[in-house]
């Protein structure tokens, strides 16, 4: 797989919570030039970086990173989002509502979420590190009773992140229209490769590009 193939799956993320805006410059320059699938990128830079650069595939978070906030907070920052010119939602579960077993309280937050992103693209973070795989599975058939577009390993600002595994996990147990994203942790140009070997449509990363770049 070449360089450019990889990178044409890579969501190009900087959600460090003190970025300033050269440091989200300096990110989406790098997406253009090297053709990353998106920039993911906190949502108070939203409209300016649509300003700056209206062609680019902004994708932004919401309920991120914890998710514990009420299902209309969500709401109220996916349309926003959207509105200031993001492409891409990627909402963090409330994990709680997981650990407590209320899996239905999941997917009916997931399906209202994939209402109010009409259509843009909406991806399911359900943090992988803090769930069984009984759990695990569980979110696979919300996700996809949802129909949400992607389901996503991680927010990287948990205890852990992708694994191989969770990926087999997920291949096992999603409907055929849902997509992974493999984040949090992927550091090297091998697991870059190997993650969307193992049908990952999407990566969210911070370092592909400075890798390839070396």
């Not at 147990?173 to 870059?192: C, F, Q, Y």
């Given at each position: 797989?070449?360089?450019e193939?990889?990178?044409?799956?890579?969501?190009?993320?900087?959600?460090?919570?003190?970025?300033?805006?050269?440091?989200?410059?300096?990110?989406?320059d790098?997406?253009?030039e090297?053709?990353?699938?998106?920039v993911?990128?906190?949502?108070c830079?939203?409209?300016?970086?649509?300003?700056?650069y209206?062609?680019?595939?902004?994708?932004?978070?919401?309920?991120?990173?914890?998710?514990?906030?009420?299902?209309?907070?969500?709401?109220?920052e996916?349309?926003?989002?959207?509105?200031d010119?993001?492409?891409?939602?990627?909402?963090?579960?409330?994990?709680?509502?997981v650990?407590?077993g209320?899996?239905?309280?999941?997917?009916?937050?997931?399906?209202?979420?994939?209402?109010?992103?009409?259509d843009?693209?909406l991806?399911?973070?359900?943090e992988?590190?803090?769930?069984?795989?009984?759990?695990?599975?569980a979110?696979c058939?919300?996700?996809?009773?949802?129909?949400?577009?992607?389901?996503?390993?991680?927010?990287g600002?948990?205890?852990g992140?992708?694994?191989?595994?969770?990926?087999e996990?997920?291949?096992?147990?999603?409907?055929?229209?849902?997509?992974?994203?493999?984040?949090?942790?992927v550091?090297?140009?091998?697991?870059?490769?190997?993650?969307?070997?193992?049908?990952?449509?999407?990566?969210?990363?911070?370092r592909?590009?400075?890798?390839?770049?070396?």
């Amino acid at each position: 797989m070449t360089n450019e193939e990889m990178l044409s799956h890579v969501d190009h993320t900087l959600l460090k919570p003190f970025a300033k805006w050269e440091d989200i410059v300096k990110l989406c320059d790098e997406a253009v030039e090297f053709k990353c699938a998106s920039v993911c990128i906190p949502p108070c830079y939203i409209e300016r970086v649509h300003k700056k650069y209206p062609s680019l595939n902004i994708c932004t978070v919401v309920g991120f990173p914890l998710g514990y906030s009420v299902t209309e907070s969500k709401l109220a920052e996916t349309k926003k989002a959207i509105a200031d010119g993001a492409s891409e939602i990627d909402m963090v579960i409330n994990i709680s509502d997981v650990k407590n077993g209320d899996y239905d309280k999941t997917e009916e937050e997931i399906k209202a979420l994939r209402a109010a992103c009409k259509d843009k693209i909406l991806k399911v973070i359900i943090e992988t590190c803090y769930l069984t795989d009984d759990e695990k599975i569980a979110m696979c058939k919300a996700v996809t009773a949802a129909r949400a577009d992607y389901i996503k390993t991680s927010t990287g600002f948990g205890t852990g992140g992708a694994t191989f595994e969770d990926i087999e996990l997920f291949k096992k147990h999603i409907g055929p229209n849902v997509r992974m994203k493999a984040a949090g942790g992927v550091s090297t140009l091998e697991d870059l490769e190997k993650f969307i070997e193992l049908g990952c449509d999407r990566v969210g990363t911070s370092r592909a590009v400075g890798l390839i770049s070396k």
